[in-house]
């Protein structure tokens, strides 16, 4: 299977005749499997579509990961904030893996996959390995049912059998305690397709041990439930991770009964928020970051409605900061924050009573020689709302880590100001009510 690698919201360089003759299909059956893991994408995303082709050149826009589209070709997509960093795939994987899957992963740990030969299904697997081995001390056994044959009575005996025994013993039924059940039968089914996608012969070998440690389990033919048992806690985040390769970021696409490989799909808006979110956190570890802390804004009859800014920067000394993540190159690009975002904020500051709001953009190249610049202020009597260019920048020897101090430096100076200002105090928070009018209906 080949892979082609493409920078989100850019064309791939190749067009779509050239490929599929290179692929030995017709360029119309090509179309079709981009169309279809177009549609799955907006499925499983929530998205109104992703795909775009334009003079015979496709693109993908609003999703970052690795996905096959047909037997012949998978596609792995790399967010544009990302762009230009070879060991992106072990920056966008340690990010979600430390708060999607409550992982708290060092760099090391995926190391690894710092090639360029090897992609998102030697990250997966890396983290996958990682969080085994920190439970696998404590194996899921359930009790199961089930009937056999044997002259040693051990449980519940067929009255049949005693009176005409078979040669093989009397046939009962007996319950025992075994790793044999549905969650590690998930579990196995990811090792599997991680075996079959890795590029890695250590890691290969490490997932082949797995899957025999956890012994021969059924074929999965219903859908999986999305928790283990209470008792069995610790395997949550581990469990979480199998069922999003299995259904919710993968597409499960059959080839000859196997599936091809491991899908894993995330939309970048998320990705990005998360991402500023990490970086934030290291960056301002004297400060508290609120991620989407709700808050009432209005009242429609007797429903309350709250708004949630992406993250609320609070000093010890009592000042606060809006800052919210943006995924508009767009806007970025031409320097211009649209009216929506500046109602949106203006939404956030009445809600909270803060009077202070950073909108962070990526941008696909460094920004004046940095890697934050602010391209637009917008001000009233008493608010302030700026909007910033963000290149990240990720550098392969710091990656997160690196940003995270840039972007806590570029903060510190908006904290600053609102320390010597009289203009940014606290204001107490608004929540307006909003009334049924039947003449604005029709």
Known sequence: MARIVLIEDKPYKEPIPSLAIRLGI????LMSCLSAADAYLCKRLSLNGSLHIERNRFSFERVAGIFPVCDQLEIEVVPKFMDGNEAW??????????????????RQMISTTRSKDRGISDALAMVFLSMFDSVSHVP??????????????????????????????????VTEFTRQNIYNAVIVEVTRLLINSVTDFDLKSRLIRVATQLGGQSRLDAAPPRSVPSRFR??????????????GYGIDYISQ?????????????????????QALVAGLKDCRVAFQEKHPFARRDAAVMKVRPDYILRTPDGHALLVDAKYKSHDASVGTISNSDVYEGRAFMEATGIQRLVLLY???????????????????????IYGVRVHPGLIASGGLSVFGEEIGQFMRGYLKTLLHSSRFRYKAPHCYSLKYNSKLTS
Do not use: N
């Open 257 to 277: 009964g196997e599936m091809l490989s491991p899908g894993f799909v995330v939309r970048t808006s998320d990705a990005w928020e998360e991402f500023l979110r």
């Open 89 to 106: 795939r072990a920056d966008f994987l340690l990010l979600l893996a430390r708060t999607k899957w409550g992982l708290l992963a060092e």
């Open 362 to 384: 990526p941008y696909g190249s460094p920004v004046g020689g940095g890697h934050f610049a602010e391209f637009q202020h917008v001000r009233d009597d008493g608010w302030d």
């Open 234 to 247: 610790g395997w949550q985040d581990l469990y979480s991770l199998c069922i999003d390769i299995l259904d």
């Open 26 to 29: 017709e360029p119309y059956d």
């Open 140 to 173: 899921i056994r359930t009790y199961r049912r089930k009937q056999i044959r044997q002259f040693e009575i051990e449980g519940d005996l067929f009255e049949e059998s005693v009176v005409l025994p078979e040669k093989d013993g009397f046939l009962q039924d």
